[in-house]
């Protein structure tokens, strides 16, 4: 289905390749194409996903400097890539990656108070992160990235309840 999707997006991208809407199809499609990958345990084409991912949210971002969401969808496709480069044993890669996307979140957040979805996903950038700093025997950091990840995860809870006027606690 997702190829489908893809070359049918491809095809349409071609007719107008700087329409901002069909650009932003294909990378939505591309990082799907990547988290399906990644569980099946195909990390190349996990990889190659991501990457194209990648270079089309770049795009968008170029295009649309203001829009945040552009810009978040770019660091978790980011993200997504540094997980498979770290997976890869990839570590300066997957370093790399995972601090350019913080890096992008902690400027969302900078602009104005972030919204559950930011937390949520600097939440998970920061346990991905310590999950890097384990593999290199760096515990210390790793323990403080983690306590920084369960401060995320509250901030969004205590977002998403202010949002919603409710919370289901797991």
Same mark, same amino acid.
Request: glycine share 4%; charged share 35%.
């Given at each position: 289905?997702?190829?489908?999707?893809?070359?049918?997006?491809?095809?349409?991208?071609?007719? $107008?390749? /700087?329409? +901002?809407? $069909? +650009?932003?199809?294909?990378? @939505?499609?591309?990082?799907? +194409?990547?988290?399906?990958?990644?569980?099946?345990?195909?990390?190349?084409?996990?990889? !190659?996903?991501?990457?194209?991912?990648?270079?089309?949210? $770049?795009? &968008?971002? @170029?295009? !649309?400097? @203001?829009?945040?969401?552009? %810009?978040?969808?770019?660091?978790?496709?980011?993200?997504?890539?540094?997980?498979?480069? &770290?997976?890869? #044993?990839?570590?300066? =890669?997957?370093?790399?990656?995972?601090?350019?996307?913080?890096?992008?979140?902690?400027?969302?957040?900078? *602009?104005?108070?972030? =919204?559950?979805?930011?937390? $949520?996903?600097?939440?998970?950038?920061?346990?991905?992160?310590?999950?890097?700093?384990?593999? &290199? #025997? /760096?515990? !210390?950091? *790793? &323990?403080?990235?983690? =306590?920084?990840?369960? *401060?995320?995860?509250?901030?969004?809870?205590?977002?998403?309840? %202010?949002?919603?006027?409710?919370?289901?606690?797991?």
């Amino acid at each position: 289905a997702f190829q489908k999707a893809e070359h049918l997006q491809r095809v349409l991208l071609n007719e $107008r390749p /700087d329409d +901002i809407d $069909r +650009i932003r199809a294909l990378a @939505d499609t591309m990082n799907a +194409i990547g988290r399906v990958q990644h569980r099946r345990n195909r990390t190349d084409e996990a990889y !190659a996903a991501f990457d194209e991912a990648v270079v089309l949210r $770049r795009q &968008l971002v @170029d295009a !649309a400097p @203001d829009d945040r969401e552009f %810009s978040r969808m770019l660091a978790n496709s980011l993200m997504n890539l540094g997980t498979i480069e &770290l997976s890869l #044993g990839r570590i300066e =890669e997957a370093r790399e990656s995972f601090e350019q996307a913080q890096a992008m979140r902690h400027e969302l957040s900078r *602009q104005r108070e972030p =919204e559950a979805k930011l937390q $949520r996903d600097l939440a998970a950038g920061h346990f991905n992160l310590g999950r890097l700093l384990y593999r &290199l #025997g /760096d515990h !210390a950091e *790793q &323990l403080a990235e983690h =306590e920084v990840t369960r *401060q995320q995860y509250d901030a969004a809870r205590r977002e998403f309840e %202010s949002a919603t006027g409710w919370f289901e606690t797991l």
